[in-house]
C-alpha cells in the first residue's frame, strides 16, 4: 500500500542550527502538507504546496521556515535557525483526488 | 474561520464497553469535509474516516461507527466493545472545499484509555 515517509523519525539539534526534514509523498499525490504536534497538544497546520509553490501558509511559518520540491519526490521542510519552542513532531501529508490527506509517521525534532 | 471542538479531552473505560468520542466543528462553508484520525502510542496519524457534508448517512465499519449530524454540526465516533488497542489519541478534523488545498483544522485531540 502506498505511504508516505518521512525521515528522520528523530533528529536533536543545537538551538540555531539548521534543519531539514525530508518526506516522500505517495508517488501519485499532487497537493503537499507539513503540519506539526507539540508534545501533548493538538496537529496544527504549516504550508500547504501545489505546483511547486506555497498555496497557504500559518502565522507559525513564519521567515524562518521554507518548503520545497527539489527533485520532483521529495518534499523537504527546513527550518533555518532552530529555537527551543520548535520542538515537536512534524508531520508531511499528501492529498490525491479523493480528498483524503495520508500523513507519514513523523519526524520528532528535539531542540536543545 | 473553521473550527473544531472535541470537549472530552480524556476517557477511560473497562475493554467490551462502548465509547462515543464527540466532535463539534464550526465552518462557512457549505461544502465541507470530516475527518476521524487515530494517533496510537507510536506517534503516527492513522486515517479513519472522511465524510462529506452532503453526505448525512451514517457509518459503519466492523467496530466503528460515526454519526454526523450536519443540525447540530456534529460528527461523533463511537467504538462498540472496545478493546485494549484502541487505546490513542482520537483527532477529529475539519477541511474546507474553498480552494483544492483548503488546509485541515484539527481538534485538540481526546485521549482514550482501554483498560483489561
Known amino acids: 500500500e502506498p505511504e508516505v515517509t518521512q525521515t528522520p523519525s528523530h533528529q536533536v539539534t543545537q538551538m540555531g542550527q539548521e534543519v531539514i526534514l525530508r518526506c516522500v509523498p505517495i508517488?501519485?499525490?499532487?497537493?503537499f502538507y507539513w503540519y506539526r504536534q507539540i508534545l501533548g497538544q493538538k496537529v496544527e497546520f504549516l504550508v500547504s504546496?501545489?505546483?511547486?509553490?506555497?498555496?497557504?501558509k500559518s502565522e507559525i511559518f513564519d521567515d524562518q521556515f521554507s518548503v520545497e520540491r527539489p527533485d520532483g519526490s521529495n518534499f523537504t521542510l527546513k527550518i533555518r535557525s532552530t529555537k527551543l519552542e520548535d520542538s515537536a513532531m512534524y508531520f508531511c501529508?499528501?492529498?490525491?483526488?479523493?480528498?483524503?490527506?495520508?500523513f507519514g509517521e513523523g519526524s520528532r525534532l528535539t531542540v536543545l | 474561520a473553521q473550527k473544531v471542538t472535541q470537549a472530552q479531552t480524556e476517557i477511560s473505560v473497562v475493554e467490551k464497553e462502548d465509547v462515543t468520542l464527540d466532535c463539534v466543528y464550526e465552518?462557512?462553508?457549505?461544502?465541507?469535509?470530516l475527518f476521524w484520525y487515530k494517533q496510537p502510542p507510536s506517534g503516527e496519524l492513522v486515517f479513519l474516516i472522511r465524510?462529506?457534508?452532503?453526505?448525512?448517512q451514517n457509518e459503519i465499519s466492523g467496530r466503528y461507527s460515526w454519526n454526523f449530524q450536519k443540525s447540530t454540526s456534529s460528527f461523533n465516533f463511537t467504538i462498540t466493545a472496545s478493546q485494549v488497542v484502541d487505546s490513542a489519541v482520537y483527532f477529529c478534523?475539519?477541511?474546507?472545499?474553498?480552494?483544492?488545498?483548503?488546509?485541515?483544522?484539527f481538534g485538540k485531540g481526546i485521549t482514550l484509555s482501554v483498560r483489561p
Open positions: 501529508a499528501s492529498k490525491g483526488n479523493t480528498g483524503e490527506l495520508f
Open positions: 508517488s501519485n499525490h499532487l497537493y
Open positions: 504546496f501545489y505546483n511547486n509553490e506555497i498555496s497557504e
Open positions: 465552518t462557512r462553508d457549505t461544502t465541507y469535509y
Open positions: 465524510r462529506n457534508s452532503f453526505d448525512e
Open positions: 478534523a475539519l477541511r474546507g472545499a474553498s480552494g483544492a488545498n483548503s488546509k485541515l483544522t
